[in-house]
């Protein structure tokens, strides 16, 4: 009986012992509360020093824990960086890059966009093992309240799926609920009122649910996931009082004003809800027990965060769009007012979450990339280095892609274009790969947060290890690349050629150029895909035989076409000398057109008006082209333009760029099925340059341009300044719909079996030496210099190198390696016997070709027989009088005004690059030597193409040509 009893009183205090430490050991697992925000900028809090937000709510949670300086999300957008997060995997791993859609596909492939994305991924697959699967095993109790945006669409945007919702994946308590977003009531018709009493804030019915989770009494550990749609758009404040109290606050000057407003409010009162949680976690008893984690999906959206001093926004992979805040508070256990800049990440969530809740992971064996970061959560010392990954195989934005910038700054307020992208931060070193031309660049964060100094030329070394650890590590996880549209241009088939042909732009009118007023992010993007050649020169510095020379590898004084043709209604039209170009050349498309090509020109022709009777002969469907839409002559007005279609002339509707454009675009898709040629000649930038677009303006509406000589005398700035703005803006709206024709060929799958050629007829001064205009230049200063025989006050006549050089840019895919440029001197005439080489068709024998192919060059391969020496004409007989030629050579130029030998010209580019000071009457023996080896070459050139100014000169007798 004794014995009977002290084993029943033995067994019990063994139990009641077991029992004791099950709930020690019960005590010792935290509860653990993750808030997750949505766009959320890592600048956005007070407590990470932003100016004028007041987050106080998240500020004392930042006292009273850790933050963290250098946390990321795993994507620099939603679905994949909640996807990561909740798995521990990277987006790569995961293959879930992107954000979820309403059904299968794909990316469309739109302008400018070379490879093609991979599939969507619509759901999270169930599979995966979540952080609340793995806590619900060690015996917690899962909940999750807001946005889960891991499934196709159910029913309605964002709509959880009774498949693949949060319920299916860990959480035993799920509640779906906008709380007081614009989600909830935007395009319902019931827009809740204005709340206007200053303190006050609209009931959030997703906090309070969340809020009521927390206040209940709990068995067991629990985890709980407040997921906020705040600050994501639309930024739609209901909160009066605020807005009034941030328009009170921010600088009347300050950028984006009006939208950072309201963003301002959203921050403040996303700040309120999260007070809300943790007063009722403090009400609950709760508060010494709990890990509380707060951050952010993704870095802020560009339209409304400041997102400085970062470089770049949501949607792209430098810091701005994923470097988020973290903070962490543990009491007793997370350090109080501690700050951590140890590099951690989105998928060290789980491992750490598992590890709290002692039933750590092994990340080999399940295949994660999170590491526990509970050391450092505890105030332990950072550990040693690792790599932390990124992988984003998407363009964005997926509408207007084609009109986003190109480049991507700081605080632009913009969304920029965003091309496929992967990187890699190792250390304070991060390096991001670029995959359409597989380019990297590499930052130093410790000095460079911003990412505004490449290092990848400086320190190679380095840039090739990150890479290859980048490259060996989405191997390894067996990532999912971008691939070329098309790798080979279909076998057997000439490949297309589109001609783009601008009126009037200059070399320096174009960003790559160095030029950085210039917004030509497309035309930059076309010759970074293929080669930019730095000296091409046309043989003359105005419309028409500028064209005449571009059409048939000639120079127009061999057709009797010296200065621009005036149309019947022009003031100089002299029906007694009007010209045109002969019907007996032969034009390349002629050329192309025999092999079988299919022709167009639209735009502008200029080479005779075929509207007046008997004139038919300088139609353009007379000189190669099977088909023609555009001008009747030489000018036009920017918008709702007079323009032939199907032979008939017309009034259009629109900007005349555009207009061209969506007709050059028909005419590709209609001829898609075999070779064509399409010439596509715009009249901008010639002035009168507007109107434009909106978006064309916009860069340049608060510009304040640096003029090229300032220091002119008498320079009218004023008027330069505002011409300048003009022109540039002309410019933009080329580039825009050079993008859109860029989209139109990616669309048609044509991209990689079309040769791109961009150049223009002549180029521009703009303030250069005192003048503006092109060969027939006009003075730029206030007050005119005096006339003088057969030159007007107004005029100067010229052939200085900003009038004579253009922007010259070559993409042929498989033919030209990316980034080429090309500094050896080219002309006009050269374009003729490369597109007809490029063709693979043969040039005529009964016409002769003065040009030379620029194939070699293209392909990196200059001839050792390559003439640098250029040599231009100008006969201008519409205004003033003046008979022009020159021979320049890499050195030195000669210029000879046959009819004002006043005004002949020296100028030696060793030490006078810009043409500024004539040293025709230097009296130097080196000066002297190149006057007459120049003058020289010009009599030769003058005898080899028969010019008639020679048999001019000859007779002594310069009348009109």
């Not at 029906?575 to 022709?599: C, I, N």
């Amino acid at each position: 009986m004794n014995r009977t009893f002290w084993l029943i009183l033995f067994s019990l205090a063994l139990c009641l012992l077991q029992s004791d430490q099950g709930v020690a050991a019960e005590a010792e697992r935290p509860n653990i509360l993750l808030i997750l925000v949505d766009d959320l900028a890592w600048s956005d809090l007070a407590c990470y020093g932003h100016d004028w937000h007041e987050t106080p709510q998240i500020d004392r949670l930042a006292a009273e824990g850790m933050r963290f300086t250098d946390a990321y999300a795993a994507a620099p957008i939603c679905s994949a960086s909640r996807a990561s997060l909740l798995t521990g995997k990277t987006p790569a791993r995961l293959r879930f890059e992107f954000v979820t859609k309403n059904k299968p596909g794909r990316q469309k492939q739109r302008a400018g966009q070379r490879l093609r994305t991979p599939p969507y991924t619509l759901n999270l697959p169930l599979e995966e093992t979540t952080i609340a699967e793995h806590l619900q095993d060690a015996g917690y109790q899962t909940a999750f309240f807001g946005k889960w945006h891991l499934n196709a669409h159910h029913r309605r945007y964002l709509g959880w799926s009774p498949t693949h919702g949060p319920r299916q994946q860990g959480f035993q308590t799920a509640v779906e609920d906008f709380g007081s977003h614009p989600y909830q009531y935007r395009g319902k018709g019931n827009k809740p009122p204005a709340i206007t009493q200053p303190g006050q804030f609209a009931r959030d019915s997703m906090t309070e649910k969340a809020a009521a989770f927390l206040k209940q009494k709990h068995a067991r550990p629990w985890f709980l996931m407040v997921s906020h749609f705040y600050v994501h758009t639309p930024v739609e404040t209901r909160h009066a009082w605020l807005l009034r109290k941030y328009e009170r606050r921010i600088s009347a000057d300050a950028p984006n004003r009006e939208r950072r407003v309201r963003y301002a409010a959203f921050v403040e009162t996303l700040d309120h809800y999260v007070g809300e949680l943790l007063a009722a976690l403090d009400e609950s008893g709760q508060r010494e027990k709990t890990c509380v984690l707060f951050t952010s999906d993704n870095g802020g959206h560009p339209g409304y965060a400041a997102n400085g001093p970062l470089r770049g926004s949501k949607w792209n992979l430098y810091e701005g769009g994923i470097r988020v805040p973290l903070i962490a508070r543990y009491p007793g256990v997370v350090p109080a007012g501690s700050k951590n800049s140890t590099p951690v990440i989105g998928y060290d969530l789980l491992p750490t979450f598992a590890s709290l809740a002692d039933q750590p992971v092994d990340p080999a064996r399940e295949e994660l990339d999170g590491q526990d970061i509970t050391p450092l959560l505890r105030g332990g010392n950072s550990p040693a280095p690792r790599a932390l990954y990124w992988h984003f195989p998407y363009y964005h934005p997926e509408r207007g892609y084609a009109d986003a910038p190109a480049e991507i700054g700081i605080n632009d307020f913009v969304t920029s274009q965003t091309r496929p992208q992967s990187a890699i931060r190792l250390g304070n070193h991060k390096l991001v790969l670029h995959y359409e031309n597989q380019r990297d660049e590499l930052f130093d964060l410790s000095s460079d947060v911003g990412e505004q100094h490449d290092l990848s030329r400086e320190q190679p070394n380095v840039a090739d290890d990150l890479k290859q650890r980048l490259v060996s590590y989405l191997d390894r996880a067996h990532a999912r690349r971008p691939t070329p549209v098309k790798a080979t241009p279909p076998v057997g088939r000439a490949p297309n050629i589109l001609f783009i042909y601008t009126d009037d732009q200059a070399p320096w009118g174009l960003g790559a150029s160095g030029y950085q007023q210039a917004h030509t992010p497309h035309l930059d993007r076309l010759a970074a895909e293929g080669a930019r050649l730095t000296s091409a020169f046309v043989t003359t510095p105005v419309c028409s035989p500028a064209r005449a020379s571009l059409m048939t590898s000639r120079y127009a004084s061999e057709y009797g076409i010296s200065d621009f043709i005036p149309h019947p209604k022009h003031r100089l039209y002299d029906p007694q000398h009007q010209v045109g170009l002969d019907p007996k050349s032969v034009t390349f498309a002629e050329v192309l057109q025999q092999a079988r090509y299919r022709t167009g020109l639209i735009g502008k022709w200029h080479l005779g008006d075929w509207t007046v009777s008997g004139h038919r002969k300088y139609h353009p469907t007379n000189h190669g082209f099977d088909h023609f839409m555009g001008l009747t002559g030489g000018g036009t007005t920017p918008d709702n333009p007079l323009l032939e279609e199907h032979g008939k002339v017309r009034r259009f509707e629109g900007l005349t760029t555009d207009i061209l454009t969506d007709h050059a675009i028909s005419f590709i898709k209609r001829n898609s099925s075999q070779p064509f040629l399409l010439c596509l000649h715009y009249r901008a930038p010639h002035g009168r340059w507007l109107p434009v677009a909106d978006e064309d303006w916009a860069p340049y509406a608060d510009l304040d341009p640096e003029l090229p000589h300032p220091d002119y005398p008498d320079l009218n700035v004023n008027l330069l300044k505002r011409k300048t703005r003009e022109y540039l803006a002309s410019i933009s709206g080329v580039d825009r719909n050079v993008g859109r024709l860029m989209g139109a060929l990616d669309e048609l799958d044509l991209d990689e079996n079309t040769v791109v050629i961009f150049t223009s007829d002549h180029g521009y001064n703009m303030g250069h030496n005192g003048i503006h205009h092109k060969g027939n230049g006009v003075w730029a200063t206030n007050k005119l210099p005096p006339a003088t025989p057969n030159i007007a006050s107004k005029y100067r006549p010229n052939l200085y190198d900003n009038s004579l050089k253009v922007p010259a840019i070559v993409r042929w895919p498989g033919a030209i390696k990316p980034g080429t440029v090309i500094t050896d001197s080219t002309i006009s005439l050269d374009w003729y016997p490369t597109v007809v080489e490029i063709a693979g068709a043969k040039l005529p024998k009964d016409h002769l070709v003065r040009g030379r192919s620029l194939v070699p060059l293209l392909r990196g391969q200059t001839p050792a027989d390559w003439d640098q020496d250029i040599y231009a004409e100008y006969s201008m007989i519409n205004y003033c009088r003046a008979f022009m030629r020159t021979y320049r050579t890499p050195r030195w130029k000669l210029v000879r005004d046959f009819l004002n030998p006043g005004r002949d010209e020296l100028y030696d580019f060793q030490a006078d690059p810009e043409e500024r000071v004539n040293l025709i009457h230097d009296d130097r023996a080196e000066v002297r030597r190149a006057i007459e080896k120049l003058d020289r070459k010009i009599h030769e050139k003058l005898k080899q193409i028969g010019d008639p100014l020679l048999e001019q000169l000859n007779a002594k007798s310069l009348s009109r040509p």
